[in-house]
């Protein structure tokens, strides 16, 4: 099982706790999130609950007294326990980000990233995010990026569907009729 897969199961067992036990799932996502964070940005932390050599037992020692200093959710710090028993901390920081997923998709919220050569004005941002929420039906997170290798017009990345609208792939598309015809 590829670590992607494992920490979506993580991520659905947790949400589906979670919302038996009607927990506040913004809380669950932030403290989730918070471990993966002190997770990657403290090396010997993340050395030591991933070597090999230290035991198991001494490891979920470690993450049970982090647990009880940091005072999180039950359910959290059941998952992060539950991880350190089945020594599956190194997947931590995909099991939040499923999960960060898993509440989108719950809310019937789509992640959009819309690229452009230039940077857009708010109102024009703001009509982007209507046309695309009227496109899935869902609420759009948008965030905005800045490529002026597109040259002009812009590219949309809603979810796992791509919608160029590019001078770059105009072009690239020309070329290749031309390059056919030829």
Not at 46 to 74: M, Q, S, T
Not at 80 to 103: G, Y
């Amino acid at each position: 099982m590829t670590n992607r897969t494992a920490a979506s199961r993580y991520a659905r067992a947790l949400l589906d706790v979670a919302l038996k036990e009607q927990a506040d799932l913004a809380t669950i996502e932030s403290e989730l999130g918070a471990f993966a964070l002190l997770f990657e940005q403290n090396d010997a932390l993340r050395k030591a609950l991933l070597n090999p050599a230290v035991p198991l037992p001494r490891k979920r020692a470690a993450v049970a007294e982090l647990i009880a200093k940091a005072g999180v959710l039950p359910v959290v710090g059941k998952t992060m326990a539950l991880l350190a028993e089945r020594d599956r901390l190194n997947i931590l920081s995909e099991v939040a980000e499923a999960f960060r997923q898993r509440l989108l998709d719950l809310r019937n919220v789509v992640r959009a990233v819309v690229t452009t050569a230039e940077p857009l004005p708010a109102e024009r941002l703001q009509a982007i995010q209507h046309s695309l929420a009227s496109a899935t039906g869902r609420t759009v997170e948008l965030t905005s990026r800045v490529d002026p290798s597109i040259l002009g017009g812009m590219v949309a990345r809603v979810g796992g569907t791509v919608f160029d609208a590019s001078v770059t792939s105009h072009l690239q598309r020309i070329k290749q009729r031309l390059a056919a015809s030829i």
